[in-house]
């Protein structure tokens, strides 16, 4: 039972709850990476000490199988030296009590408590903190995740550079960022870069035509422990953006820093890429993110409910999961819809509500193909009359504003584009505008029936036109 309290008898034979617990973190603290303190220790509670069997409280069953799985033994050790017997852990889930600022409050190790109106939880993708801790591992990714946790626990030691490709929403940006967050926390002082290799373009070329001062440009580059070069694709351009791009790695190889690089296919696959760059990308480690299988794709699935604290039975997971095969953040928009769809009409979520709410959302057959950010402002400019300059003009008129908003979080869900692709797509807007965008449509679609419809409706009209 949940009983966080412990009778008196108990307390006088075996140290104070609470000061075992500090005593027993302090030890644990001292093998546990600090990035892993704050969202898989500090959650845990001693709830109770009997004989000798120590009972250790989770908030949910997903850190509960982490901590089984990686902290059990030390916790136990902890607790015996501690307690000053050999004892034996036991782990139970008790979900936080008070229920739904709990929910917000617990939720807040996977995204930040910004911009949340009554009990509604949004969740947009890139507020998200993206970290180890949240990245499900399954044979199609294990790989590169060991890697990148080699690099951000030992940088520029070994596999430099390291380059990870594979298709869209299949977790590069994600483990970049997870690489990022770790480094930083393990070593707080060392400079760590993340760049999305397009803004490392535009940059450069800003600095040339503007004639800025050239050295803040490489400044910003070269003084780093870690530079991550995000969908390096894009460095198919001109020469000039090349050599810049060489004479930084160079230097920045020489100095023993470690470079990261993701890109949506292997390096001969990339269009222009010179050959030099070619030899020294293939020259460090490279490894492929392959489309999680099944079990892999239901364990997000299992992530987000407990991070959404809905309740959602497995075969409904298991059928979602069915539904997407090869894009993470796909599969995450399907269950944003059910999740969506049930907190709007206040239904319990089962089989055949979840098969109704994406009937027409996924095909049967797997979309062989992906809409382009032109095809989805067309299908809305004519959904909602809009013409298609006003679409991405600058006017702020309210219709205007809502369907604008309305196509960006439909490019965001359905394309392969970056923030910045569809930012620029859109009367060159900041990638800024189009995370805002997303997260007001993902807001509304929980509490406008008119605007899940709407949505809904968008959506079977771009897949028709496919
Ligand atoms: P990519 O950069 O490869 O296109 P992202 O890193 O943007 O993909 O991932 C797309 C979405 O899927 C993100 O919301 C990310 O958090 C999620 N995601 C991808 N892989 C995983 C994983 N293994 N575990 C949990 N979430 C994942
Ligand atoms: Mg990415």
New binding site residues.
């Given amino acids: 039972m949940a009983d966080h309290s412990i009778s008196t008898s108990e307390v006088s034979v075996t140290p104070d709850l609470d000061s075992a617990w500090k005593s027993c973190l302090e030890l644990v603290r001292e093998d546990i990476p600090t990035p892993y303190i704050s969202s898989m220790i500090d959650p845990l509670r001693l709830v109770s000490i009997e004989e000798d069997c120590c009972t250790i409280s989770v908030p949910n069953s997903f850190l509960k199988d982490i901590v089984a799985d990686r902290y059990i033994d030390g916790l136990t050790s902890s607790l015996s030296r501690v307690i000053g017997r050999r004892v034996h852990v036991l782990l139970t889930v008790l979900s936080p009590p008070p229920v739904v600022e709990s929910v917000a409050s617990r939720g807040s190790q996977l995204r930040e408590p910004h911009n949340r109106n009554s009990a509604v939880v949004t969740s947009p993708?890139e507020r998200?903190n993206?970290s180890f801790e949240?990245?499900?591992?399954?044979d199609s990714?294990k790989f590169a995740y060991s890697a990148a946790i080699m690099v951000a626990e030992f940088p520029g030691r070994n596999y430099n550079p390291l380059f990870i490709y594979?298709g869209?929403?299949?977790?590069?940006?994600?483990?970049l960022h997870s690489i990022k967050a770790y480094a930083t926390a393990m070593s707080p002082g060392s400079r760590i870069t993340y760049v999305q290799t397009s803004k490392f373009i535009d940059e450069f070329i800003a600095t040339i035509t503007l004639k800025k001062d050239k050295s803040i440009f490489d400044q910003k580059y070269i003084n780093n422990k870690i530079v991550l070069f995000?969908d390096i694709q894009a460095l198919s351009t001109t020469d000039a953006t090349q050599n810049k791009f060489f004479d930084i790695f160079n230097v920045l190889y020489s100095a023993n820093s470690h470079i990261v690089l993701?890109s949506d296919r292997p390096p001969v696959e990339i269009p222009q890429l010179s050959d030099r760059i070619r030899s020294r990308f293939e020259g460090g480690l490279m490894i492929d993110?392959m489309p999680?299988d099944i079990e892999?794709r239901v364990a997000?699935l299992r992530?987000k409910v407990e991070a959404e604290s809905v309740e959602i039975p497995d075969d409904c997971l298991i059928f979602i999961a069915s539904k997407v095969k090869d894009n993470?953040?796909s599969l995450?928009g399907l269950f944003h819809r059910v999740v969506a769809y049930a907190k709007l009409y206040g239904t319990k979520i089962d089989l055949s509500m979840v098969q109704y709410v994406l009937k027409d959302l996924v095909s049967e057959t797997p979309l062989s193909r992906t809409p382009s950010v032109e095809l989805i402002q067309n299908t809305v400019s004519d959904y909602y009359h809009i013409p298609l300059e006003d679409l991405v003009s600058k006017s702020r008129s309210r219709p205007l504003v809502q369907g604008r908003q309305v196509a960006m979080y439909l490019c965001r869900e359905l394309t392969d584009e970056t923030l910045l692709a569809i930012g620029r797509q859109f009367g060159n807007r900041d990638h800024s505008t189009v995370i805002h965008s997303c997260s007001k449509v993902e807001s509304m679609l929980k509490e406008k029936r008119d605007m899940f419809q709407e949505v809904t409706q968008l959506t079977n009209n771009i897949n028709k036109s496919l």
């Avoid at 949240?134 to 399954?138: D, E, T």
């Avoid at 869209?168 to 483990?175: A, D, I, N, P, R």
């Fill in positions: 993708p998200k993206y949240n990245f499900i591992v399954g990714n594979g869209t929403g299949l977790g590069k940006t994600h483990l995000d993701t993110i999680p892999t997000i992530m993470i953040r995450e």
